[in-house]
């Protein structure tokens, strides 16, 4: 795995200065360091070298090893888009994003493991975003494990735009708002809600379009907590259509939370553009919001 940078900026900095300036954490330095290969203009480095103006950096790491091997899924992916470093997939509802203790074979990162089977005999998959088993949409995947590391601080300090397109009961009074209440583990079950003691969490929402037992919302989260959309609207007494542990309403055949992952936006670290993306509606979200329009 391999990455390459070219030194834009009018002044000499040493190679781990370079580095650091382009988000390589101090672990993956020393893997780096000690495993792997540093150059500047094709020729080896040491950390302490200067980079100069125009001079192209090169960073490389020897093939990864996974210590809990993945079983490959060979259920084709819904991709939307692909390149060297990145995967963006769109996921059905009904799949665990990453293996656990009750399913290790059939999840997201499985079929993602087989696809990379496809180009790399020992490829591990690296989950950048995840969803929950029932909720749709955009999930962004890395290639390795370097990719994975150069993009960790954009999710840490919340730099991701994340948009759900969610329906939600009852009639939102406001077109906009913000929900600002924290949340934390209720029981030892998976339930979470608003707590006193919980995790700050922020919720940024928009009506698109009522009906008359029902909202089509945008959302936009700023935080990232577990189930934050769904507890923060089951909070405010509109729990989503479908939503089954936080008593959203069971109707118009919708069989699990109206709530799809639409949008996602973020700064690739490695070409430095900003990129969008967006999962069209499943068909189950697109039948659900025409049965509304009839009521």
């Known amino acids: 795995m391999q ?3 070219k030194n ?3 002044e000499n900095i040493t ?3 370079f580095l650091r300036r ?3 954490s101090q672990r993956m330095f020393k893997q780096l360091k000690y495993h792997g290969q540093l150059l500047i203009n094709k020729q080896p480095a040491l950390p302490a070298d200067v980079v100069t103006q125009a001079d192209q950096v090169t960073i490389t790491l020897p093939d990864e090893s996974e210590q809990q091997p993945l079983v490959a899924d060979p259920t084709p992916l819904s991709l939307l888009y692909e ?4 995967l963006v997939v769109n996921k059905p509802a009904g799949i665990s994003s990453v293996p656990g203790p009750s399913n290790r074979t059939t999840t997201l990162a499985n079929r993602i493991k087989a696809h990379l089977q496809q180009e790399q005999a020992h490829a591990v998959a690296h989950l950048v975003t995840r969803l929950d088993y029932d909720t749709s949409g955009i999930v962004l995947a890395a290639k390795n494990r370097l990719a994975h590391s150069l993009i960790q601080p954009q999710i840490e300090h919340h730099l991701f735009d994340k948009e759900y397109l969610a329906v939600v009961s009852g009639q939102l009074t406001d077109d906009t708002g913000l929900i600002d209440a924290p949340i934390g583990r209720l029981d030892d079950g998976p339930r979470r809600g608003v707590t006193a003691n919980g995790q700050s969490a922020q919720t940024k929402y928009q009506v698109l379009q009522r009906f008359a037992q029902a909202t089509l919302v945008k959302v936009q989260l700023i935080t990232g907590r577990t189930h934050q959309i769904r507890v ?3 909070y405010l007494g509109h729990p989503l259509l479908g939503d089954q542990l936080y008593g959203g309403p ?3 055949g919708i069989k699990r939370q109206a709530l799809h992952a639409w949008q996602l936006t973020f700064t690739d670290p490695i070409t ?3 990129r969008t993306f967006e999962a069209p509606l499943p068909t189950d979200m697109q039948t659900l919001l025409m049965q509304l329009k009839k009521q």
């Open 250 to 252: 069971l109707q118009l």
């Open 22 to 24: 382009h988000h390589v």
């Open 3 to 5: 990455v390459t940078w």
């Open 83 to 86: 390149d060297d470093y990145w």
């Open 15 to 17: 190679l781990k200065q």
């Open 272 to 274: 430095l553009v900003k």
């Open 232 to 234: 923060h609207f089951a």
């Open 8 to 10: 834009e900026h009018n």
